[in-house]
């Protein structure tokens, strides 16, 4: 009886944690319990911290394929600098290529991706297909901030080569930020029109910034940010094309843009202090 219900747990935990390297776990539960079945409760502690840190994908994951080839440099195609949600899978896969030393794609060389603790890649580890990508799908952590994620390859020469790539979760209040941004600000602010929203940037005489422009945006304190979306451009010496937005949205509201402002800048907006430059 005690039996069965051991089983049943082990097998929701597997369901949970899922991958190749927990059924290894498992395995090796199955083989420790039949020979001392009396520890039962000592094991069951210690096997659900064996089976967590064996959840974690990893590049020493017993299921490494093993590379048909080897290139000389690791490439980003796409996937970097996406913002989702703490938790939750990036709307876009991250995909890297694998070239030689002309710059040719390799196929079947061994890509390995790392990322800190709480991120979950599906696959972790793998084989470039036959244009020389590998394709990972990625979920961010449950703490807000910027994740970097490494992709390596090993070159003929078994040296490692290394790619960074850098995520952003945004926690409760950075993904207010955000909707508020693409409800009010983004028609002006992202050059860039999609689908749902025709961007108003180049019908603006003054250019406005994006709110990725660190190099600008950093330079702003967090009083002159909630001063110029309160009381518009004119608070700042800024043109009036920046309307005030003091009326339609709440203090918080306008904290959780700045949030938002703070959290996607590249590069990262640094410790306050910094002395902004009048114009
Ligand atoms: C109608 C277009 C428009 C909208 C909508 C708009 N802005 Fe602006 N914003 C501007 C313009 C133009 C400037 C540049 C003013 C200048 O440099 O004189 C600006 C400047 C700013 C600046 C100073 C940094 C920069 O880009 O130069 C901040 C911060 C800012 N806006 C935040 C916001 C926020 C937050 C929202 C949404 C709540 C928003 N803006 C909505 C047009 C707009």
New binding site residues.
């Given amino acids: 009886m005690k039996r069965t219900a051991w089983n049943t747990e082990l097998g929701f935990g597997g369901l949970v944690l899922g991958g190749a390297a927990l059924q290894h776990c498992i395995k090796g539960l199955r083989l420790m319990r039949a020979l001392a079945p009396e520890v039962t409760p000592v094991l069951c502690a210690t096997v659900l911290l064996f089976s967590l840190g064996c959840s974690r994908p990893s590049a020493t994951s017993p299921s490494t394929p093993k590379a048909t080839a080897s290139g000389a440099a690791i490439v980003e195609s796409s996937g970097g600098k996406q913002t989702a949600e703490v938790g939750t899978p990036l709307a876009q896969p991250v995909v890297v290529q694998v070239n030689d030393e002309q710059g040719n794609a390799v196929t079947g060389a061994l890509v390995v991706i790392r990322g800190p603790n709480g991120t979950y890649l599906d696959p972790a580890v793998g084989l470039t297909d036959s244009s020389g990508q590998f394709t990972s799908n990625v979920s961010l952590g449950t703490i807000p901030g910027r994740y970097q994620l490494t992709a390596s390859t090993t070159t003929k020469a078994g040296k490692t080569v290394d790619l960074k790539i850098e995520e952003i979760a945004l926690g409760y209040q950075e993904m207010l930020g955000s909707q ?2 693409d409800q ?2 983004a ?3 992202n050059q860039e029109s999609t689908p749902e929203r025709v961007s ?1 940037y180049d019908n ?1 005489e ?4 994006p709110f990725t422009e660190g190099e ?2 950093n330079k ?1 304190t967090d009083a002159d ?1 909630t001063a ?2 309160s009381h518009g ?1 004119p608070a700042l010496n ?2 009036p ?3 005030p ?1 003091g009326y339609t ?1 709440s203090k918080s509201e306008i904290q959780a ?1 700045i949030a938002y ?1 703070r959290m996607v800048s590249d590069p990262p907006y640094g410790a306050p202090g910094i002395v902004y430059a009048q114009k």
Avoid: D, E, F
Wanted: net charge positive; aromatic share 6%.
């Fill in positions: 508020l941004n009010y600000c028609r002006c602010h108003n603006l003054v250019k406005p910034h600008t945006l702003m940010l110029i979306i451009g800024k043109s094309l920046m309307a937005y949205l843009l402002i």
